[in-house]
């Protein structure tokens, strides 16, 4: 028997788990698992995902869904995936980085994207699937690129309305270096903590702040202990669904193509949510006593390009990595 379990956390991950009798495509099992909470945009595309599965698998494919961090930790599943386990999670450039692929960090950086189509152009890229196939060497094996987490905007306690307004602002942010060093460039103390944790530590003033796409911070409720949501858009975070590479290559061709197609599909089905949900989550924020600033984002921007020159990324990365990835994915005229 094998065993496969999906988990996805806070945009940041996925763990699918399959259960497989050994030479048969049929018979197979898969427990979805995330941080995300029931009605998220994501959640919802995790059951369109679930549903395009078992139809492609004329129902051979079996999914479990378990929202709300059920299922543990994203790095304890990368951890297990790395060890051999059977999973696949959601996870972002930032936290590639830190598993050896250090280039795929910059997708995480500051202000990077301008537009989602300058995402979908890069992910199209060569250099892209250049970068993909280094992950593969590392045990990982992306399986889909294409959803939509959102815009990350900060929610706080004061309001900020100039990038000078971060200064000394104690935030949560993930927890890894991409994060953590991209809010230090703004001038605020990064706070890495699990999302689950984040409301306690508003209310007792461990944080100040709380960065997040806009359907994450309004189904955490943490704007009942933070009034202040500014618009600032300093992520554009796609995200990628990645499991272990030996075990992607244990699946038969017909598992794997149903994974890749089905994920694709419900990416799109993700994307159409997540842009309709945008103005729907600002006009309840306002409705729920929440003060939305909207800010000059060319100022917030120019204070975080720094970021791109910092030396803890620069002595790791390619020569030039910043440059060439502005040309990949800026479309030719």
Known sequence: MKKIVLMCLAGLFCLVSFTAVAGAAKAVEISIGYENHPGEPFDLAIHKWAELIEAKSKGSIKVKIYPSSQLGSKNEIMDQMLAGMGVITLADGAFYADRGVVDLGITFGPYLFSTWEQAWTLIASDWWKNQLGLLEKKGLKVVGANWIYGDRHTLSKRPIRTPDDFNGLKIRVPNNLIQVKGMEVMGATPTPLPLGEVYTALQT????????????????????????????????????????????????????QILLDTCIEAGKFNNQLQQKLASEMIAKFKAEGVTVIEVDVNKFKAKAQKFYSLPDFTSKWSKGLYQTVEKVMTPKK
Do not use: C, R, W
């Open 205 to 256: 003033g461990v944080v100040d702040a709380v960065e997040n796409p806009l359907p994450v911070l309004y189904n955490g409720k943490f704007h009942e202990v933070a009034k202040y949501l500014t618009l600032d858009a300093h992520i554009k975070n796609f995200t990628t669904l990645v499991m272990g590479t030996k075990f992607f290559n244990s699946l038969t061709k017909e598992q794997q």
